[in-house]
């Protein structure tokens, strides 16, 4: 092979490895769903992808009960109750359903929910987020749940645009992503999750 052609290749290669690799580090390693004792829905997503998913979860049978966690952003009732009212309307018994409707950012879902957790006996939880923002979301849920011995696991909802391959192709995506690192970097150098 040419020395132009194997350059190429090797360049090629590089920039693929390159332009995965925020990708594959945000998602994080995906641990294997196990039958939990709640599912945890994190509001954050204007595509309902992560409410989708968690239904989907809870009908699958992977956890009892359900827990809708996210404030109030824009309008007067909070993103988790908007979303217990969708759950509801979907046909998911009402007993089945929790909310936290305090947390207003990743820290602040994890610091609300842990108390619901506990207060029911709860030592797992299926987290339910966007792909982008699963490694820094686990990471928080299990530095704020340190020393409860609530198992988390970390699943990720299908998100419409962004992909962990090619988070380079749209400038929202790219954006999305470099905030994201930012995020990550922050939490794994600082041990802080807020």
């Known amino acids: 092979m040419p020395r132009w052609l194997t350059a190429t290749v090797i360049c090629a290669a590089l920039f693929a490895l390159a332009m995965g690799a925020p990708g594959f580090l945000l998602e994080g390693p995906l641990r294997p769903l196990e039958r939990s004792d709640a599912i945890i829905v994190i509001s954050g997503d204007e595509s309902l992808a992560r409410y989708r998913e968690g239904v989907r979860l809870y009908r699958a049978g992977w ?79 299990r530095g704020v749940y340190d020393g409860s011995g609530i198992r988390v696991i970390g699943r990720s909802a299908p998100d419409g645009e962004w992909r962990k391959q090619s988070w380079w192709t749209s400038g929202e995506t790219r954006v999305l992503t470099l905030r994201e690192l930012e995020k990550l970097a922050y939490v794994t150098f600082t041990g802080r999750f807020n």
């Open 63 to 141: 956890a009892p009960v359900i827990i809708f966690s996210g404030a109030a952003k824009d309008h007067p009732e909070s993103n988790a109750e908007v979303m217990r009212k969708m759950a509801v309307s979907d046909g998911l018994p009402p007993a089945s359903i929790l909310t936290d409707d305090l947390g207003g950012d990743t820290y602040g879902n994890a610091l609300h929910t842990r108390p619901l957790m506990e207060a029911r006996g709860f030592r797992s939880a299926i987290l339910v987020t966007s792909p982008y923002h699963l490694h820094r979301a686990a990471l928080t849920f």
